[in-house]
């Protein structure tokens, strides 16, 4: 199981290594162009895989987990991995595919907004949900409040998400904020993994400290804020 997790390991490095690189050419280049959407795709397919190379990672972790965390043997027990790097990854890796499908079938839907009422994207909304829920009562259980305070984050996508997809069909441009919403935050998704759990294997005491997730959360959410803003002054300028 062991030489199994580390494959899994290696792959979400890879995928996620050049999914946080590629995330900055669509957000920081021009917008629409054939650049913008080769990278995007690219982008993608990167969260999926690395969103569901983390599920796996997960599931082994709940099964086994000194046997998959042999190096924190010690440090941590296996209540603490079971919980962090169990129920708190699997939520991270739900919400992660959760994320890149959703913003990948917003603007692919942009022009016939019901095509978004897929069983896959409902199914992915109800997954997240289900997954924050659980995330927060395991960590209320092992302790670990923190689990709880992210929790809110997959509830609050999934519930938003649903607004969007069951609602009416959207403004003019509003695919565009959804769009930017769910790319985004598959970015703090994969930053908010390399800063927390990678910093496990640096410096274990960060693991849990606030501020390794609360600089991706930040950087984020104040960017798509700002990302908001100017689609926005597009809207009323077209007005």
């Known amino acids: 199981m062991l030489l199994l997790f580390h494959i899994l390991v290696a792959m979400h490095i890879a995928t996620g290594t050049t999914g946080a690189v590629t995330f900055w050419v669509p957000i920081l280049g021009r917008k629409g162009g054939a650049e913008h959407r080769r990278w995007g795709r690219i982008f993608t397919w990167c969260m999926?895989?690395?969103?569901?190379?983390?599920?796996?990672?997960?599931?082994?972790?709940?099964?086994?987990?000194?046997?998959?965390h042999p190096h924190l043997e010690g440090m941590f027990d296996a209540v603490f991995i079971r919980a962090i790097f169990g129920w708190l990854m699997l939520h991270m890796g739900v919400l992660t595919v959760n994320l890149a499908w959703y913003g990948w079938l917003c603007v692919r839907n942009r022009r016939d907004h019901a095509a978004n009422r897929t069983a896959l994207n409902l199914g992915l909304q109800a997954a997240v949900i289900v997954a924050a829920i659980n995330c927060a009562a395991q960590g209320v259980l092992a302790g670990q409040y923190l689990m709880v305070g992210l929790a809110?984050?997959?509830?609050?996508?999934?519930?938003t998400n649903l607004v969007f997809i069951l609602g009416p069909r959207p403004a003019p441009l509003v695919w565009q904020k959804e769009h930017l919403k769910g790319f985004v935050g598959c970015g703090i998704s994969v930053y908010t993994a390399f800063f927390a759990f990678g910093s496990v294997r640096i410096l274990p005491e960060l693991a849990l400290h606030p501020v390794m997730w609360a600089i991706p959360l930040?950087?984020?959410?104040?960017m798509i804020l700002y990302h908001w803003r100017q689609i926005g002054l597009l809207r009323r300028r077209a007005a």
């Open 152 to 159: 809110v984050v997959g509830v609050a996508t999934g519930v």
């Open 48 to 68: 999926l895989a690395t969103g569901g190379l983390a599920i796996g990672m997960s599931i082994l972790t709940l099964i086994d987990p000194m046997g998959t």
């Open 218 to 222: 930040t950087t984020g959410v104040l």
